[in-house]
């Protein structure tokens, strides 16, 4: 079965950086486009990352792009998000998550991890 | 940028009809999709482009939408239903996704 399984969740200072990887496995990783969705507690859903099946096409929002970049292994079926220049408004579960339809970048997600943790304090 | 509105709460008694809207500009032409999420967990998809119903997804949810307002619409209410859902859509113009901030069903 699909399983999505993030990691490098911790508490870092403002200002610095953090790399979260999502392991994936059960479907065919390099035919699906790939997300990171955050959720601040307490708050509601936040889209923060897109990256197509083949890694060429990537989409950020809006208050995390020139700060983060999202990267795949195809190969080692993992999927990144590098976080440079942390805010504490950075501070959410990050969630990794499957699109729904193969080759498509644009379609809903029809799995997600269980999430990691990233808390920006001093 | 697009915007999509969602009434923070909703509540409903067991066995009735929960109807949650989600306004947002041309979003029947868009295609809107909606998720849901228990307490603790993580979202699971339940109903996209407007209305179709994913592998598993009880019947008893459906989808809708007329004018600029797509709605979730769950028959013969359950506990279980108790959670937040969100509506989203891809922004074209932005080549962004957009979510809603969620309704709390709250079945009483």
């Known amino acids: 079965q699909v399983q999505l399984v993030e990691s490098g969740g911790r508490a870092v200072q403002p200002g610095k950086s953090l790399r979260l990887s999502c392991a994936a496995s059960g479907f065919t990783f390099s035919n699906f486009a790939m997300e990171w969705v955050r959720q601040a507690p307490g708050q509601g859903l936040e889209w923060v990352a897109l990256i197509s099946y083949d890694g060429k096409k990537l989409y950020y929002g809006d208050s995390v792009k020139g700060r983060f970049t999202v990267s795949r292994d195809n190969f080692e079926n993992t999927l990144y998000l590098q976080m440079n220049s942390l805010r504490v408004e950075d501070t959410a579960v990050y969630y990794c998550?499957?699109?729904?339809?193969?080759?498509?970048?644009?379609?809903?997600?029809?799995?997600w991890g269980q999430g990691t943790l990233v808390t920006v304090s001093s | 940028s697009y915007v999509l509105t969602q009434p923070p709460s909703v509540s409903v008694a067991p066995g009735q009809t929960a109807r949650i809207p989600c306004g947002g500009n041309?979003?029947?032409?868009?295609?809107a999709h909606w998720y849901q999420q228990r307490p603790g967990q993580a979202p699971v998809l339940v109903i996209y482009?407007?209305?179709d119903r994913p592998s598993g997804i009880p019947e008893r949810f459906s989808g809708s939408n007329s004018d600029n307002t797509a709605t979730l619409t769950i028959s013969r209410v359950e506990a279980g239903d108790e959670a937040v859902y969100f509506c989203?859509?891809?922004?074209?113009?932005?080549?962004?996704?957009?979510f809603g901030g969620g309704t709390k069903l709250t079945v009483l």
């Open positions: 989203q859509v891809w922004d074209g113009d932005s080549d962004h996704w957009v």
């Open positions: 482009y407007l209305k």
């Open positions: 998550a499957k699109v729904g339809q193969q080759w498509q970048p644009i379609y809903p997600v029809d799995k």
């Open positions: 041309d979003i029947g032409r868009i295609g």
